[in-house]
């Protein structure tokens, strides 16, 4: 399920077929079967077609000069008391490719928050159609690998020309009884198909090959799913990080929630992806507009270059006066067809003020989009210089203690293991929790890990880690005398610039916390308050775009019972002025 708050543009799939010659009599045979199911209609020829008082199908062909199709266009607008929906099927058979996309766009009304999943009408046209994504094929279910097939799995994983993720699982050893792991990886199957290539390791020996030709890093154990992204390098250890596993353990666990996670992760690369250009590029004509007065429906149109209609006098003006009954009668007679045909060219009229509103909602959603991309860009360079005048700092820090140990005939000390580096996942954070004396965290588990099925999990997690770390050295440096609060530390020449100040609240507003405030009461030790629980409203700004914005809430009790800090929450954005 996809949450609508920031763009209209629910879901989206791409389907890039091999063969174009019965492209567009498979699309409009799937579709049809999937309105009938829906409405008892299907009303295929081009023009507006109402399905029902809320549904209006609209149709569209573009033509090469020959008169053959280049592209058809199926789009069905449903007005719903709490949005409108519009689903947008468009098929193109060119040069440069064949392919079909399928777009939900929900525009919800004032104040309500409707929730929408992928569209069924995906699932037929990935079965009608046999689509592939560079040398995968799009499927149904899982395509079963044996150890023999593990170099063609290779070679899907790394071909530059997919565009989509790979889905690779490995069944476990030994499967849980209760049958919780097979119905998951059902799941997950079922809701990636066409958004993903889907692969299931047949036994141990095809795991055993495939982590042998991938590498450790990029393997995948029993019980095992791993979602592979594009432009995967398995000679590179640290590219492994990108790509998300699951393992056995989360996917068996009836509490954690990761395996959907996962779904939506592979739903929402489906739908943030670029649209080919070539979809972005065929234009349709208005075939309301081509009719040139002809029937709709059977009855009549006006269309560009026709007649306009002369108005029927007001419904209580007296005929003209005539001794002839059928003069009249015929009188009588076309008045009701030009009431009609005005009747017919206001709903003409509300139907594209209508498509009209939608586009510029659209419209406005996407500028929001691109605002908030570029200004996460340039936050994005900011902490990336940062962290490379840290780098600097720290390696002319290096070479300086180096020197001097080596000057006192010390250099073996100066040898170090290799760092373990940032972590890539929320859960790789909470395995390091252990490594921070000066930090206590009684935060929910399960909030953080749900970060990481967002697209800049990865990055949060390594930021959020960042702060955890500077929030212990300040809780060393507060043992050690440092007097003043987080904020003055990280103001000072012994933090290193470790944590910038810019993205530390040590207060919420008055608003806020009279509104919302029990939000922010979290576990503490009784020691610190006998109820186990603690408002907290200083936290950290783990990122400042979006609308899950990540924050980690703590309590500084250095100078208290604990002598440490207490972080009672790490998760996205809690509700603010802002936010609600």
Partial sequence: MTDLSDHPLAHRTVLTVPDAETLFADVRRTSARWLLGRYGAAPLEPGRHRLDPATVLTNQTACLPDGSERAIRLQLRE?????????????????DMAAV????????????????GRPKLVRDLVAALRPEDGSARLTLDAQCVEAGGVETLMDVLCDPERRLP????????????????SERLERIVRQAAG???LYRLADLEAVDAFREAIGEDHGVAPGAVRTYLTD??????????????????????????????????????????????????VLFPDETARRHGGREHGRPGIGRGAAVPVLPPPPDTPP??????????????????LRAELDRAREELRQARLDAELSARSLAALEEQRDRAVSQAEEDMETALRAMDGEEAARAEVYVLRERLCGEGRYEETVVKEAAGAPDSFATVWERLDSLDGVLVTADAQRALELDDAQRGHIWAAKAWKGLRALNSYARAAKDGFKGGFYQYCSSPQSGGEWPRKQVALVESETTMNRWGEERIFPVPAGVDASGMAEMQSHLKIDSKGSTSPRVYFLDDTKGITGRVIVGYIGAHLTNTRTN
Avoid: Y
């Fill in 320 to 337: 003209p006066s005539s001794t002839d009954p059928d003069e009249a009668a015929r009188l009588r007679g076309e008045a009701e067809d």
């Fill in 195 to 197: 958004a993903a290539s």
């Fill in 166 to 181: 790979v889905v690779v699982a490995a069944d476990p050893v030994r499967p849980p009884v209760d049958g919780l792991w």
């Fill in 232 to 281: 995967v390098d398995p000679a590179w250890g640290k590219d492994a990080s990108r790509h998300r596993l699951l393992t056995a353990a989360r996917m068996c666990d009836a509490e954690d929630r990761a395996w959907f996670g996962m779904v939506r992760a592979v739903q929402r690369l489906s739908t943030a992806a670029p649209l080919p250009r070539p979809l972005r590029r």
């Fill in 101 to 116: 996309s399928v777009g939900l766009e929900v525009f919800p009304d004032e104040g309500a928050r409707p929730r929408a």
């Fill in 79 to 95: 007005e719903r008391e709490e949005a409108v929906w519009r689903t947008t099927i468009t098929a193109l058979a060119s040069e």
